[in-house]
């Protein structure tokens, strides 16, 4: 029964998928999509049974260590999954390809994937397991160089450095006369030890794709007027476009604008970049962006002003002039002001189109504001200040007035009280009042009323708990001389 169960894994391994970069996966057939689980959980239900199954059965499960490879770079590509049981299945699935009796597939990786001819960077590679255990001891050549279109570009066999402190092959690239570009490189891996074959897999040829740099030379750049039907240059000015350089030129509808350069590669190759624009900007804002045309030899750029007039509108003036030249592999890629144009075109018929309206910059609401010029109005007229203290003094006299008659008529303390205990509390609440007038006073002269009311409201707490105290004594007293 374990033989059919072997003979079955291997031909669940026949019906497996693939990508063309040698990664595979098993996948269910889509026929219900509240069933359909997916690549991840078809391929982690696999990957679980398969190494649990050969973890207990004798001898070795035929299956190709191609695809056990294959499998490891598909959990490895995917990245992080979109869900946590996903993420678990894929985690999983690595723990059990680590360490299993199929195959424990070895991952050959770049350190990176740019390299620098100006820095002259060296290529490195790292052969470890799916968690980045190190591999046993084997050899990594490098065996082809293919350029963007596949064509071959070295073929020559070149066995890679150990660095055995950083547990890294090395390889300087300076000596495999590569220019700049894309490029795919074809490593072979192969273990020293001959019974190692059975137990890891390293999937012989590994193809990575990189990236070269380098700085590109521009030379013979040249700019200038030439008449419409000679087709002379007039004026030519010679340009650096490594540099800030400005000219200053001057056409009319009947003249063309010439701009040429070159662009070599550190080898000497012409370089063709992704990106290259001459833009013309009007002092109205209005843009005018051409595509520069290359050959074989030389990037070259006419432009006819007079097929050209309708297309800049009819807008005579001043044009900024810009060049754009950009490519990922380009170092010094450049976006160069070189000057400024000031073009005559004649003027507009009347049903010539008009320029399109400028975009709004939606940030320009948060700059700064107009100034506010304001004007307060003159203050009322104020009377005289001693007209002002003398209606103050009125406002004393009632005070004064009672000041006097308690001079004049005396004070009845007859009913003060003259035990201990109940005069404190009759003096404390004479105090109080005392208190509520001068907070009267400093609300006149300082505080603002939410502050007069808040100790007023403390103060009127105080008055309350000991005019009661007084005035229970007072009530005693009177009851207890009637009574007598």
Sequence with gaps: MMGVVKNDVVKLFDTIKSYNDGTFYFDEKHVDATEYKGPIITSASVVRGVTSFAAVVSGKLNIPA???????????????????????????????????????????????????????????????????????????????????????????????????DNNVHYLDIAPLKIDVGKYSIVFEISLQEPEQETVYATGGRNTESVIVTGLIKVDKAEIGISDNDAGAVESVQKLDLLKDTKVSLSANHLQKLCLSFQLTTPLGHTFKPHQVFLKLRHESKVEHLFVVPGSARQFKIVLDFLGLVEKFYYLSGRYDLELTVGDAVMENSFLRPLGHLELDLPDAPEKAPRPPAQAVDPFSKF??????????????????????????????????????????????????????????????????????LMLYVLFWIKLDLFTTLKYLGFLGIFLVFVGHRALSYLSSVSTKQKTA
């Design 66 to 164: 191609e695809k056990i490879l294959g499998l490891a770079k598909f959990f490895l590509g995917i990245g992080l999954p979109g869900s946590a049981k996903d993420c678990f299945n894929q985690i999983e699935s690595l723990s059990f390809l680590e360490n299993n009796r199929v195959f424990v597939p070895l991952i050959l990786s770049l350190s990176s994937k740019v390299f620098s001819l100006t820095s002259k960077d060296q290529l490195k590679v790292e052969v470890t397991s799916v968690f980045g255990s190190a591999a046993p001891s084997l050899k990594v050549n490098l065996v082809q160089v293919l350029g963007s279109d596949s064509k071959v570009i070295t073929s020559e066999n070149k066995e890679l450095q150990y660095d055995l």
């Design 367 to 436: 700059g700064p504001k107009a100034e506010i010029s304001h004007i307060f109005r003159a203050p009322e007229k104020r009377p005289p200040k001693e007209l002002s203290l003398a209606f103050t003094g009125l406002t004393l006299l009632p005070f004064i007035g009672f000041l006097i008659g308690l001079v004049r008529l005396g004070v009845n303390l007859k009913n003060f009280p003259s035990l201990p205990g109940p005069a404190a509390f009759a003096s404390l609440f004479h105090a109080g009042i005392g208190a509520v």
